[in-house]
Structure formats: C-alpha cells, structure tokens
C-alpha cells in the first residue's frame, strides 16, 4: 500500500531551521505531483509548498516564501522542505501529501497523506 513518512521536525528556537522529509512508497513517485501542508491546533490544513513531479515547478504559500524551499529526489522516492528563519507562528504538525491532479493548493487533490510530523518553534 501506498506510504508516506515524514521526518525531520522537532522543536527549534525562533530563527533556527529544520529540514523535513518525506518518504514515499508503494507508488510511483515520480508520477506525482507532492505538496507538504500544515496544521496548527483548532485550524484547517493549508498548503505550504507544493512541488511538480519533475521538480520544475514549484509553489509556495505566501507566509513561507522566500524563507522555505522545497525539493524532490525522484531516484531516492523523498520530498524535502528546508525550512529556515522559523517563526513561533511556523508551530504546527506539518503532513505530506500525494496528489494525482498535478500541482495544487488543495487537499482534495490529494489522495496520499503521511501521519505528520511536529514542528515546534519557541520564541
């Protein structure tokens, strides 16, 4: 079946950076599009990053641009999200996620979800 597992998060002063990643199994990979999404407690799933199957393209949501980046390892089935100058609003469970509609900023077009990872940014 299929598998995501995301690794990475932690907690970290505001200011430091963590590296989450995902780790893909049981599909094709390099057939999907993958997007990594946050949620804080009591709020909705938003998109952070999303990134083409290639690679090629990417999107970031705007509380994270310029401060996150986003990539894929096709041959090692892995999506990473660099994520640097970590904020105390940053603080959420961060999941990634599979999407069979190309690259996109919603969770319907994402059948595959990881367990989540927790990222936890002190002040």
């Known amino acids: 079946q299929v598998q995501l597992v995301e690794s990475g998060g932690g907690l970290v002063q505001a200011g430091g950076s963590l590296r989450l990643s995902c780790a893909a199994s049981?599909?094709?990979?390099?057939?999907?599009?993958m997007g990594w999404f946050s949620q804080a407690p009591g709020k909705e799933r938003d998109i952070v990053a999303a990134?083409?199957?290639?690679?090629?393209?990417?999107y970031y949501s705007a509380s994270v641009e310029g401060r996150s980046t986003i990539s894929r390892d096709n041959a090692k089935n892995t999506m990473y999200l660099q994520m640097n100058s970590l904020k105390p609003e940053d603080t959420a469970v961060y999941f990634c996620?599979?999407?069979?509609?190309?690259?996109?900023?919603?969770?319907?077009?994402?059948?595959?979800w990881g367990q989540g990872t927790q990222v936890t940014v002190s002040a």
């Open positions: 996620a599979a999407s069979n509609e190309g690259i996109s900023q919603l969770t319907r077009h994402y059948p595959y």
């Open positions: 049981g599909l094709t990979f390099s057939n999907y599009a």
């Open positions: 990134i083409s199957w290639s690679g090629g393209t990417t």
